[in-house]
Each structure stands twice: as structure tokens, then as C-alpha cells.
């Protein structure tokens, strides 16, 4: 079982549409949470970390449950240049594991005119 | 501040052969990380150095080696490759390991074994 799961899409969404993303992931322990961003054939960017009691960054918000195991993005009023792959990572900060980051294999987003 | 560098961006090698990929950061960040990217698994780890004179196995070490020169450079050895290694490398550094610290990566080396 992986340890990050996400719905890898594809989404296709028109300009100005809201879509939302989910990911889940399976250690309890988990600690640190993250969305990355990455373009076709570049390297993942950070694009928001993730706090317990949800936070937002202009047009995009993260939320995080922690009982449930579940951290989510919206994505509001899409633009095209929000197309990419979006990542969910997750951190287990302990021990043997310190600064390893767990990621899923993505979420395919394509906004289109 | 060029960030995180990879050299080479492309290379292709036939069975057998031997390559090391060569990382460096100018942040004066003390962990760095090796990955590997491929279609439908998401990114994983090979190696890690946590700071300079450490490094330590990740999720798929198997027929990798890797070097932590200095503070500024991570290198990774493949002794003899083989088609299953076959990937996009990424080369990754942090302030810190752990405690939340952004991971931020090089543009990546495509690699083809034949």
C-alpha cells in the first residue's frame, strides 16, 4: 500500500471553473503536509504547505484532516496556467525517516479556454 | 543564486555501462536528496544526506551509490545500469531535514538505458 494516495485525473476544467483535488495517506504519524506543482517535464515546485486548521493562498486552499487521514485542494477560478500536475506529499519527522517526504503520484489538471 | 543544478540533463547508456549524475546547491542548505521519477509511481528515494558526512538509503537504493563531496554537492553513482533504470533523476536540498523545510529541486536528468 502506498503511502500517499491521490486520484491521478485526468481533470479537465474550463477557465474560471472550481475544481478540488483529494489525497490520502496511510501512517498516522505523518507530521508535515504539503501540495507541490509540477509542469510537464519540470521539477516540482512547492506550491502550498498544509496546517491543521486549513489555510488559503489567494485562489487556492488546503485542508487537512487529521482523524480521517485526508488532505485536500481547491482550486478556485482556474486559470490556464494553473495546468500542471498537482502532488501531495506527506513528511514523517521521526527517527530513521527525518526529512524523508512521501509523495503521491499526482493529480493531472488541465484548464482549457 | 542558481538554486539546485543537474548535469547532465540527458544521457543514454547502454546495459552495463556506468555514470555518476552530479548535483550541487548554492543555498547553503545541509540536506539533499536523490529521486527517481517514474510514470504512474510518483516520485521516490533513492539516497539521502541529512547534512554533510551522512548519507542514508531511501525507498530504492538497489544498484545506486552516492557520494555527499562537500556541503554543495550530492552525487549518484549507477555501477552498472540497467533498463529498469530507466527514469527521470531529480536531485532535491533543504535548509534541514524534516520539520517542514521546503525540498527544493533541480530541473532533472532523463535517463535511458538500452
Known amino acids: 500500500r502506498k503511502e500517499v494516495e491521490q486520484d491521478p485525473g485526468p481533470f479537465n476544467v474550463p477557465e474560471g471553473a472550481t475544481v478540488a483535488f483529494n489525497c490520502t495517506y496511510s501512517?498516522?504519524?505523518?507530521?508535515?503536509f504539503f501540495w507541490y506543482r509540477q509542469d510537464c517535464r519540470k521539477e516540482p515546485k512547492l506550491l502550498m504547505s498544509?496546517?491543521?486548521s486549513g489555510n488559503e493562498d489567494g485562489r487556492f486552499t488546503a485542508q487537512l484532516n487529521r482523524a480521517s487521514q485526508y488532505i485536500s485542494l481547491l482550486i478556485r477560478d482556474s486559470k490556464l496556467s494553473d495546468s500542471a500536475t498537482y502532488l501531495c506529499?506527506?513528511?514523517?519527522?521521526?527517527?530513521?525517516?527525518?526529512?524523508?517526504?512521501?509523495f503521491g503520484r499526482g493529480t493531472q489538471l488541465t484548464v482549457w479556454p | 543564486n542558481a538554486g539546485v543544478t543537474q548535469t547532465p540533463k540527458f544521457q543514454v547508456l547502454k546495459t552495463g555501462q556506468s555514470m555518476t549524475l552530479q548535483c550541487a546547491q548554492d543555498?547553503?542548505?545541509?540536506?539533499m536528496y536523490w529521486y527517481r521519477q517514474d510514470p504512474g509511481m510518483g516520485l521516490r528515494l533513492i539516497y539521502y544526506?541529512?547534512?554533510?558526512?551522512?548519507?542514508d538509503k531511501g525507498e530504492v537504493p538497489n544498484g545506486y551509490n552516492v557520494s555527499r563531496l562537500n556541503k554543495r554537492e550530492f552525487s549518484l553513482r549507477l555501477e552498472s545500469a540497467a533498463p529498469s533504470q530507466t527514469s527521470v533523476y531529480f536531485c532535491?536540498?533543504?535548509?534541514?531535514?524534516?520539520?517542514?523545510?521546503?525540498?527544493?529541486f533541480g530541473p532533472g536528468t532523463r535517463l535511458l538505458v538500452l
Open positions: 532535491a536540498s533543504s535548509e534541514l531535514p524534516g520539520q517542514g523545510k521546503t525540498q527544493y
Open positions: 501512517n498516522s504519524a505523518s507530521q508535515s
Open positions: 498544509v496546517y491543521s
Open positions: 506529499v506527506v513528511a514523517f519527522d521521526r527517527g530513521s525517516t527525518l526529512g524523508r517526504l512521501y
Open positions: 543555498m547553503n542548505h545541509n540536506s
Open positions: 544526506s541529512a547534512s554533510e558526512g551522512t548519507t
